[in-house]
């Protein structure tokens, strides 16, 4: 799959898409297909600071509970409530089914984050 050029992503196989300050947060194709079919997702709430490099939340899947890393530090200011009932929509579309919107506290962040090219070559190097 192609991984979108105009996002951002970490090591730990989250993406980010800003408009303006704010960042949307979901999981790469890389991660869904790792984990497998995905059954809960744990968000935090409205209004809830993350911090860059930290868990902010979780993906539960038949394999495995895996924590969610936000890319860049902020405020939560939406949470995607269709995963609640509906977050196979992950494994479906991973690059459009975003779990967090953040308020950046620091855009720039944003940048120091992998392009899709360094981001292809790294999950190259992890198969």
Do not use: C
Not at 4 to 29: F, K, Q, S
Not at 83 to 94: C, G, S
């Amino acid at each position: 799959m192609a991984y979108p050029t105009h996002y951002r992503y970490t090591r730990e196989h989250e993406w980010i898409e800003l408009a303006g300050t704010i960042g949307t947060v979901g999981i790469t194709d890389y991660a869904q297909n790792s984990l497998g079919d995905i059954v809960y997702v744990d968000v935090p709430k409205v209004g809830d600071a993350v911090t860059a490099n930290t868990v902010f939340g979780s993906v539960e899947s038949v394999k495995a509970v895996s924590d969610l890393y936000s890319p860049v530090t902020g405020a939560v200011t939406a949470v995607n409530d269709e995963l609640k009932n509906a977050p196979d929509k992950i494994n479906e579309k991973p690059h459009e089914a975003w779990i967090i919107k953040v308020e950046l506290a620091d855009p720039a962040q944003f940048e120091a984050l992998l392009d899709a090219a360094a981001y292809e070559a790294f999950i190259a190097e992890e198969q």
